[in-house]
């Protein structure tokens, strides 16, 4: 029983000194002395550590706005929807532009008005813009996307009175596109005259498109 717990001893003394006469010879041979470290890339990952030299995608820039043009009075027809009052008599109504042609334009910003009586004579009062000052962005002018303008002013007294200051008969409206010279003929859309007296400023919208 001695004998062989004897003879187990020397075979793992004789295992040791043999490992460390191999770990000494690979070290003296310029080999890693830790059999620990890590092992070598391999060829696949060798090749994903080095930059690439392949251009970054880039996002597809936007599209060129075909309708920069901004609408003119010849791209145009216009019309002055049928208005409503209030109790106050306070009348609320639209102008509405449409294209005539296939070329696009943009509308942008606020427009200036025009009033004239049935004998063609100018009517003088005094336009404000909306009161509410929220921006408007610019839009492409289409058969589908119109071009909207609100209307609204006092159209009587609240007694339902007309004072003397009241221009009651509104025959033709003009509408100057905004940087344009020249007018565009304002439809009437369902009256007999296109606008209800207007009996104090007359307060308007930039252009915008609804929806």
Not at 9 to 15: H, I, S, T
Not at 172 to 197: E, R
Request: glycine share 10%.
């Amino acid at each position: 029983m001695n004998r062989s717990r004897r003879a187990g001893a020397g075979l793992v003394a004789a295992l040791a000194v043999f490992g460390l006469a191999g770990c000494a010879e690979l070290a003296a041979s310029g080999g890693p002395a830790n059999p620990t470290s890590t092992p070598p890339a391999s060829p696949a990952q060798s090749e994903s550590a080095k930059p690439s030299t392949a251009a970054k995608p880039k996002p597809n820039p936007k599209p060129a706005d075909t309708a920069a043009r901004k609408c003119r009075a010849g791209d145009v027809q216009a019309k002055v929807t049928q208005g409503e009052s209030t109790e106050q008599f306070r009348y609320y109504t639209t102008i509405v532009v449409e294209p005539v042609g296939s070329t696009p334009c943009t509308l942008v910003g606020a427009s200036e008005l025009a009033l004239f009586t049935f004998g063609d004579d100018p009517i003088e009062f005094n336009q404000v813009g909306d009161s509410d000052g929220a921006p408007y962005p610019a839009f492409t002018l289409t058969a589908d996307a119109p071009g909207v303008m609100s209307i609204e002013y006092q159209s009587a007294s609240a007694e339902g009175e007309l004072p003397g200051d009241c221009h009651a008969e509104v025959g033709f409206v003009k509408v100057q596109l905004p940087g344009d010279t020249d007018w565009v003929d304002v439809v009437p859309g369902g009256d007999d005259a296109p606008l209800a007296p207007v009996c104090s400023a007359v307060e308007t919208s930039p252009w915008f498109t609804p929806g």
